[in-house]
Every structure is written in structure tokens, then in C-alpha cells.
């Protein structure tokens, strides 16, 4: 055995022991009854400790050393394992063991503070949450880790070789247009009809399934539950989904099953020769969220998709007060001003998102300290959505991100909108009559296409560079914008 | 830190991942979808390796011998894992891994044979079992395990401190008084009716529900699903429960789901104090077994139990042609000759115990070849059962427990039986007017005492020795045997 090979076996486990750990996960959003949590806590720490102790193993450090790659996957392999790895050792155990009681126990705070809609009961603990990551993003950058910057070597944890000016370049890009967009959506003379009524959970569960299926969901390899917070989980040959019921919007439940099975399709479309390898995975938060995103809007929110759900629709639910296909697809397009992001649609997402980007800089590159985050973040919300935010439970307090340490997470969601707006660009130009496939039902013919040309590669290419080689060119924000601008001017009849 | 109390952290994370090992075996049985099989089969193999490193580390014999305990319970988990650490250290690795291939892939020729019904398919794959087994329960009985013994060093897995010769000795004297019970019940004048009809699954399952919360079954720290294999899993405050329906034979539902609770209520009553140590949970399989057999039939099936069941029954299904309580016990309680382990009754259940280990102390006392075997099964049956074997699906290709090397194991089940018996004969003394609230519906007086008696104590105290301080007297088949006839004597009017 050659070091490589010592290598790839020992990483074998280390991946289907994370596979474990994750499905451990599953279990407790979904089937854990509820006395087991605090057991189960003990179980995922073991685990989670296994997993830890493989990843830093000085063993990897020597394979690493002495390996040489086979081939350009074999060299990719190398350079995750050895990113991996360098970043872990880059940690200290002191910080790493503080960061990870704290958080632990910030989750709790911060729910509790929201609860009581009270911002000042959750700043110390997230004055002590920021002082932890900043040091750790300052240890990473004298590693080297994202050039030598702190967010950025932080940043790397979820968009690898992504850096904050590029990310701020493209925001500062994209915020006047949506802004533009947003308000004359808003001032509009035509508003499309809001879907009202009551749609029993049966019913709204077995169309999730029959969209899921619309959109190629392999049920032979996954399966769909109820969690709090949807969610998809797991790679390789099981890659589960969730989706979550409100009797009075079923668009929450069935646009919640499509974004998953964005997500799931894309870890089972993974070329099975890297199964329980470091390319077995979707390469990024950005690059998977460009798969959920535009299985949910470019594809699931189209007119003519929108067309189809709208017959299974009254098929299931009778007459629900929408007399036509179009007014149907105005109201799963509403744009609607709000303050949650979770809620928003895709007009107002990205907005909220470059709040929170533009606030997590400002915290790491010193110019704004936790004392006077929510200042900031209700002034900028009222700049960008003309409103004043009304409760801190709406405002800084209604993200659980930061409470675990998730700084450089929050840019990955838009960038995966971007990628989906590059991505569908080219789709359209691939597969001019998709239209026509959607409006029947059938989603597979852009599904293919997402598989063959960027899920299939699992890890082995970078973020940016799997989204320019299925299109042609580096991923932009333009078409994304030029997507929305067309799609809600001829909605709104502006 | 002693190395006491070292050796109790390290455990406590082997404990730990041991629990998820289980959860993963619960998650493949009722939630895995289908093509995650293999995946699977890696998971599982990366885990057990750690258990296996874990459980074989030389840490844990340096600190097994620098320890002392701090108390008799520390004292006794000492002994446990010593126990475990010492049978893991006297069988070598080479033999341990080969235990583990041929049986990974013995257990699909079995399937594959059974359903060929063609002994010869697996007789080969048999004689490489045996002969692994062979080797290990030899090596066992070098390193002291079984007091010298191979059989008893095997059985020392599942029934520690049992011998086959004590084993042997209660046998011989239940087996005259079962086939005379037996051929009397058979040819007596009064049979009672056989439940017909169709129960569909919804009603079963809601049915198993109310038995199960009826037992005091923690649905807080439980779950109940569908498996093809009924069978409960976990252990602290996750006990999980699983059944399966059979439109035509509701008893095989709601009297799984009873068996089942008696093992999960086991696991959720050990003192929590033992959680994640070698005492938390069931002693022995033959104690699990005691627990789930007195709730399934002394209990269970009990004349004053099956009166509430019938109630709960006509309310669910209706008129279902058995028209009083009575003969609804009777035919709850039906005594019926049949080839099948897993389907017979309360009368003829041991004697097939009885068969399998008598083949099972012969294979490995010398006085039995594998390709005897189905003879000297045959010949047994006809012997016990007066009928001739029909096909060897249903004789020596029923069970999968030998083709995994399963031996010693099968007499635990009996075991299970004798010590329900004694414990149910301490539990109506102590109980006087149990029937009265089991009449109602409730077996909590009996499960209260089962859990104070029995349950509470975990792995505390050696099986026969609980079974001892909960009846004030040494097991013996004498309860059993004196319930049975003085039961089925009534119920056929002999």
C-alpha cells in the first residue's frame, strides 16, 4: 500500500463515520422521541469526538506528507484532506474546545432571547461568541487560510477560495437594481391575488411527494418526513428530505419539498466512484443552494410549471378561490415586504442577506462592535426595505446563525442565487423547450442537464469553476437580475 | 483522575457509540430506503471498527488492571468489561475477522437456500460456521471462559455464568411434562374457536398503541414502527419499538407489540444512574427474554388481560364472530402443532428450544456432524411433535440464527421462559389482586413491581442472581411447568 491508498482507506471511515453522524442528525429533527435528547446529545459528542480525533490524527499529517495523487481527482482528494487538516491543526484545542462549549450553550440564549423578544439578555453571550470566531478567524489567516484575512479565512468554511470584496463587488452591484425592482413591484397598480383558505396536510404532503417526483426525486434512495425546519440530508445513496406543514399556505410545504430535493438530487447524482471520498459531496454551500434554488424558483415557480401544480392542485383540493393558471402563478410569485428572511421571496432574499453580509464585515473588519449591531441592522433594514423594523425578534434577534458561530455562512445563500441565475441562463440556451416539458409535469430534462453539468462532479472542481464550466463563463450576478427584472416586470405589468 | 475513573470515561464513549450503532440497525430495519443497503453495509463496518479498537485498546487492560473500585457497582463494572476486554483478547484477530466474513455472507445462502428449500445450498456455508465457531468457543475455553468448556464459553455471550449441563438438566425434566401436556391438549374433546376474519392494518396498529400504553410503555422515550422482524432496540431513554400487521392474525400485532414493550420497559427502567456504563442495561438475554415473555403471555394472555383486549376489540372491529370473552381467551390461547419456532405457542415453544439446543450441544460436544444434522432434526421432531418434518423451510432451514454463528443462543429464549415463570409465581404472591386491575386494562401493578424488582438493577447483579432476589428462591422450570398445565388444563377442560 502506497501512502495514498493508506490515506483513501483510513479516509473511507472518517467519511462513512460522518455519514453516521449525520444521519444521527436526521433522526433527531424526525423520528427522536423527545425524552432522548439530552442522551442523545452524549451520543453526538462521542461521535462527533471520533471524528475529530480521525481529522486530526498525526497519521493524516504523514500520509499527507509522503502521498502522491494518481490522477487529478486523486490530487484533489489530497488538497481537501490536506485543507481540512491544515485548517483543524491551524486551531488551537484551547479555542477550538471554547468555541464549541460556548455555542453549545449560545443556541439556548439566543432562543430564549427571542423568545422574550429581549436583544440585551443575548448580547454578552454573542459578545463572547464574535471575540471566539474573530480569534479563530485571526489564527486561520496567520495559517494563511483565506489570504490572510480573518473573514475571509472564515468565509472559507462554507465558499471555498470565495473573498469578501468579491462578494461585496457583486452585492454593491445588485443592490440598487433589487431595490429599484422592489419598490416598483411594490408601487405596482396590479397586485396578483393572495392564495387564501385551509389545505388539510394529507392532501399537501401527497402533492410535496408528487412534485418531488415531478422533479426526479429518487425514492428508492431517499424519503420525505416532517421536521420543525425543512432540511435534506445525507450523501451517496441516501439523501433524505423534510418538509414542513401550515395548513393555511401550502406554498411553505411544497416549495420547501422542491428546495430539498434540489439538494438531496445533487448529493445523489454524485459520480459513485467518489462515495466515501472528499469529493463525494456537493462542493459548497453556495454551489448546493444553487441547486435547491433553482429547483425552487428558476424551475418550481416558472409559469409553466406553476401551470401544472395549479391542475394537481384543484385535482386535490377542489376550487381554492384562484380561477386561472395565471392568477395561480401570481400568487406563488407575491412579492410581499416582511421581515423575515426565511419568509422572503425572490425579490427580498437577497436583500436580506446583504444586510447581514454587509453587518458580519463590518463586525470582523472592526468597524462595528456587537454593542451597536442592532442599531445597524435596523437603520440599514429601513434604508433597503422602507420599513422600521418593529421587534428585535424580526430584527437581530431572528436568525439562529450567529449564536452558533456561523459568521461567513449567511453570503453563501446568495451566492447560490447568482450561480442558480448563471445556471439557468444556460439551461434556457441548452434546452430551449423546457417551457414545454415543465408545463406538463416533467422537470427531468432540466434536471439532467443540472446532474450531467455540475452535480455529477461532486467535489472535483472548485465553487466558481464547476458553475463556469456548465456555463461557459465565471459566475456573475447579471443574469440572476436580468432574470427577476424580466420575470417581475411581466408580473407586475410594469 | 484514577484509573477508575479513566477507564469509565473511555467506556462511557464506547457506551455511547455503541447506542448509535443500535440506532443505525433501527434505522435500516423500518426507515433506510432500500438502495441505501450497501452504503449502509460501510457505515456499519466503520463504526463497529471503532467499537472493535475501542473495546480491544491495551488502554483498557492497563487500566483494568491499575483500578479499583470505589464501590460493589463499580466493582461489578470491572468485572464486565474485563469480562468483555478478556473474550475479545482470547480469540485471535485472524479468527474474529474470519467469524465476521463467512458470516456476513453465510447468512444470504441460508436466505437463499430457504427459499430453494435445499438443505444442500447451505450445508457447506454450515460446516465453515461450525467449524469457525468451533474454533473460537475452543479458544474462549483455553483463555477460562465456560469453565473450560467451548459450548458453555459461546453461551457465556449471551447467558453468562449458564452452563450447558445445568441447561441440560432443567430440560430433561420440562420435556415429559410438555409432551404429555401437549398430547392431552391436542386430543382433548373441547378446542376453541380460531379467530377469522380480516383486521385492517389502521385498527391493529391503533389497537397496539392502547396495549402498549396499557403496559406503561413510555411513548416519551419510545417510538413504535413497522418492521417485517418485530423486535425493540435501545437502550437509557431511547427504546424503540417496532411490530408487524397481518390482516388475517391481528394477534400476531398487538402480541409482538407486548413482547417488545417487555424488552424496551427493561431498558427504560434501568436506574439512570447506570447510563453509558456496562451496567445500563439488560443482563442477560435470558432475563430481556423473562421480561418480554411475562408480559406477552403470563400477563398478556392472561384470561383476565384478553377480557379488556375483547372489549377493545369489538369497539375497533366490531362483531368478529367470537361471541363471549371466554372464547375469546380461548382463542387467544389456541394450542396448535406447527413446524415454526416464531409462531408456536406457550405449550409447544420450549420443546422447540429443546430440539435446536440438544443438536447444538451435540454439533459441539463431537457426538454431531454438520451433514447429520437434518436427520437428527427430523428425527427429533417426530419424536417431540409426532409429525414428520414436510420440508426443510420448515425444519432445519427456518431459523437464521446458526448461519451467523449464532449457538448458544437459542436456549436463552427458554431461559427466558423459566425465570417468567418464577417470577410470575413472586409476582401474583406479592400481587394478590392483580387480575382485578389487569381486568381494567392495567398492568401497571405488574410492571411497577417488574420494574422495582427486576429492571431497575440493570447489568447489577448476575441473571440468575436477579432472578433470585426478585422471587426469594433460585430459578427452576417448576413455576413454568405448574402454570402451564394448571392454564391449559382449565382452558381444554382436561
Redesign the interface.
Known amino acids: 500500500m502506497t501512502a495514498f491508498q493508506d490515506l483513501m482507506t483510513f479516509q ?2 472518517t467519511e ?2 460522518g ?2 453522524a449525520g ?2 442528525g436526521w ?1 433527531q429533527e424526525t ?6 435528547a ?3 446529545g ?2 453526538m ?3 462527533e ?2 471524528l475529530h480525533a480521525r481529522r486530526t490524527d498525526p497519521k493524516v499529517g504523514a500520509w499527507l506528507a509522503a502521498a502522491e495523487a494518481p490522477d487529478a481527482a486523486g490530487a484533489r482528494m489530497l488538497e481537501l484532506i490536506a485543507r481540512a487538516y491544515g485548517r483543524n491543526a491551524a486551531v488551537p484545542a484551547r479555542l477550538a474546545a471554547e468555541i464549541a462549549r460556548v455555542t453549545s450553550v449560545a443556541q439556548g440564549t439566543w432562543a430564549e432571547a427571542r423568545a422574550r423578544n429581549e436583544v440585551g439578555h443575548f448580547l454578552p453571550t454573542l459578545e463572547t461568541v464574535v471575540a471566539l470566531m474573530r480569534e479563530k478567524g485571526q489564527a486561520l489567516a496567520a495559517a494563511g487560510y483565506g489570504a490572510g484575512d480573518p473573514y475571509d479565512a472564515l468565509l472559507d468554511d462554507y465558499e471555498p477560495e470565495a473573498t469578501a470584496d468579491g462578494i461585496a463587488a457583486i452585492f454593491d452591484r445588485m443592490r440598487p437594481r433589487l431595490v429599484a425592482l422592489r419598490a416598483a413591484i411594490l408601487g405596482a397598480a396590479y397586485q396578483p391575488a393572495k392564495l387564501a383558505g385551509t389545505f388539510p396536510q394529507d392532501g399537501q404532503l401527497a402533492l410535496a411527494r408528487d412534485l418531488a417526483s415531478a422533479f426526479g426525486y ?6 420525505l418526513d416532517l421536521a420543525v425546519h425543512p432540511f435534506s440530508s445525507g450523501s ?3 439523501a ?1 428530505i423534510t418538509t414542513r406543514v401550515v395548513e393555511s399556505d401550502p406554498f411553505n410545504c411544497l416549495y420547501s419539498t422542491i428546495h430539498e430535493v434540489g439538494h438531496a438530487a445533487y448529493e445523489l447524482a454524485v459520480d459513485p466512484a467518489y ?2 471520498t472528499p469529493l463525494g459531496q456537493g462542493v459548497s454551500m453556495g454551489v448546493h443552494e444553487s441547486q435547491s434554488r433553482i429547483y425552487e424558483n428558476q424551475l418550481g415557480r416558472s409559469a409553466a410549471f406553476t401551470g401544472w401544480i395549479y391542475g394537481r392542485m384543484r385535482d386535490r383540493f377542489g376550487d381554492f378561490g384562484i380561477g386561472s393558471a395565471d392568477a395561480f402563478y401570481g400568487s406563488v410569485n407575491r412579492v410581499q415586504s416582511g421581515f423575515i428572511r426565511t419568509e422572503a421571496d425572490e425579490v427580498h432574499y437577497n436583500l436580506h442577506i446583504m444586510l447581514r453580509f454587509a453587518l458580519e464585515r463590518d463586525l470582523f473588519g472592526g468597524r462595528l462592535e456587537v454593542a451597536d449591531l442592532e442599531e445597524a441592522w435596523n437603520a440599514r433594514f429601513l434604508q433597503d426595505f422602507g420599513v422600521a423594523v418593529d421587534r428585535p425578534a424580526h430584527g437581530l434577534l431572528q436568525d439562529v446563525h450567529w449564536s452558533v458561530g456561523l459568521f461567513g455562512y449567511f453570503p453563501t445563500y446568495s451566492l447560490g442565487n447568482i450561480y442558480a441565475g448563471c445556471l439557468h441562463k444556460a439551461l434556457r440556451r441548452d434546452v430551449p423547450d423546457l417551457d414545454a416539458a415543465l408545463a406538463r409535469g416533467e422537470a427531468r430534462p432540466a434536471t439532467d442537464w443540472l446532474g450531467q453539468k455540475v452535480q455529477h462532479f461532486g467535489g472535483l472542481y472548485r465553487p466558481a469553476e464547476v458553475i463556469e464550466r456548465a456555463c461557459g463563463a465565471a459566475p456573475t450576478e447579471g443574469p440572476l437580475l436580468d432574470y427577476l427584472e424580466e420575470k417581475y416586470r411581466a408580473l407586475y405589468r410594469l
Open positions: 473511507r471511515d462513512a463515520l455519514q453516521i444521519r444521527l433522526d423520528m427522536m422521541p423527545e425524552g432522548a439530552r442522551q442523545r452524549e451520543e459528542a462521542a461521535i469526538g471520533v429518487d425514492w428508492n434512495r431517499g424519503r451517496g445513496n441516501d433524505r462515495l466515501f
